[in-house]
C-alpha cells in the first residue's frame, strides 16, 4: 500500500453483503460511528463477524510462493520510515490481571508460531512472505486476559497509528505479533521491532511498529477506522 493513499473500501467479504454494508464503507467521514452511515457500520461488523470462522484457516504456502526480497511493498504514515525509539518495549494493558511492559527478548521467549501465507491489501494486490512471533493468544494467556475483553486495542509509533480488533480475529491461530520476517529480524521499513500479522484481516489492520496491546470491553477505532474506512475489515 503506497503510503499516505487512502485504501479503496471493495473487500470480498463485504461484495456478499450487498449494497447496504458497502454505503457504511465507502463514506470518507471523521465521524463514522454517529448517525444513519454509523448504524449501518455497525450492521455491517456484526454481519461480518457472523460470517467469520475462527476454525478457517488461510492457506500455508510453500518457499517458492514468497515475493522476491524488495518486492513486498512497505505502508507507513509518517513522513519518514518510523525508527525503534531508544529503550522500546511494548505495554500491555486493559483488563489483563499482569499488565507491565515486555522487551523484544521477553516476546521471544514465549512460544514461537511460524507461518507463510498471502497478505491482502486493500487496494488489490497480494504478497507471500513468510513470519514468525507469538500468537496474540499465547501473550492473552501470557498476561491473564479477561473473558470479558471483546476487543484487542493496538498502538503504534507511527505518526498515532492505531487499530482494534474484535476478540475472535485477534485470538485466531494465525494473528501473530511478528518480530521476524523471511527468516530475518523485522526491518524498519516492515514494521520494526514488533507487527501485527494475520491471515483473517486487510492490511491496513495490521499495525506495524507497535508499542501497546490493550484489552478491552469496547472497540476504539483506528486510524482509517476513524476516517470513515471498514472496522471489520475481514478476508
Known amino acids: 500500500m503506497p503510503r499516505h493513499r487512502l485504501p479503496s473500501l471493495l473487500t470480498r467479504r ?21 448517525g444513519f452511515l454509523g448504524a449501518m457500520e455497525r450492521l455491517n461488523a456484526r454481519a461480518q463477524a457472523a ?16 515475493t522476491p526480497p524488495g518486492k513486498f511493498p512497505e505502508y507507513f504514515v509518517s513522513d519518514t520510515v518510523p525508527l525503534m525509539p531508544a529503550g522500546w518495549a511494548l505495554q500491555v494493558g486493559g483488563m489483563v490481571a499482569r499488565p507491565g511492559v515486555l522487551s523484544l527478548e521477553a516476546l521471544q521467549r514465549l512460544p514461537r508460531t511460524d507461518l507463510r501465507i498471502r497478505h491482502h491489501c486493500v487496494e488489490g494486490w497480494s504478497a507471500v512472505a513468510s513470519w514468525h512471533g507469538v500468537r496474540m493468544s499465547e501473550l492473552a494467556r501470557y498476561v491473564g486476559a479477561d473473558a470479558r ?3 484487542v486495542e493496538l498502538r503504534s509509533f507511527d505518526a ?37 500479522y494475520s491471515g483473517v484481516k486487510l492490511g491496513y489492520k495490521m499495525v506495524k511498529y507497535l508499542t501497546e496491546v490493550n484489552f478491552l470491553p469496547e472497540p476504539t477505532g483506528g486510524y482509517w477506522e476513524d476516517r470513515g474506512y471498514e472496522w471489520f475489515a475481514g478476508v
Do not use: I, K, V
Open 51 to 66: 460470517l467469520f470462522d475462527a476454525r478457517r484457516l488461510a492457506p500455508e504456502l510453500p518457499p517458492e510462493e514468497t
Open 149 to 151: 475483553a471483546g476487543y
Open 160 to 196: 498515532g497509528y492505531s487499530s482494534s480488533w474484535d476478540r475472535p480475529s485477534a485470538f485466531h491461530p494465525q494473528t501473530l505479533l511478528a518480530y521476524g520476517m523471511n527468516g530475518q529480524p523485522l526491518t524498519p521499513g516492515h514494521g520494526a521491532p514488533l507487527r501485527l
Open 14 to 34: 463485504a461484495a456478499l453483503l450487498g449494497a447496504t454494508g458497502l454505503t457504511a464503507s465507502a463514506c470518507d467521514s471523521s465521524r463514522p460511528r454517529e
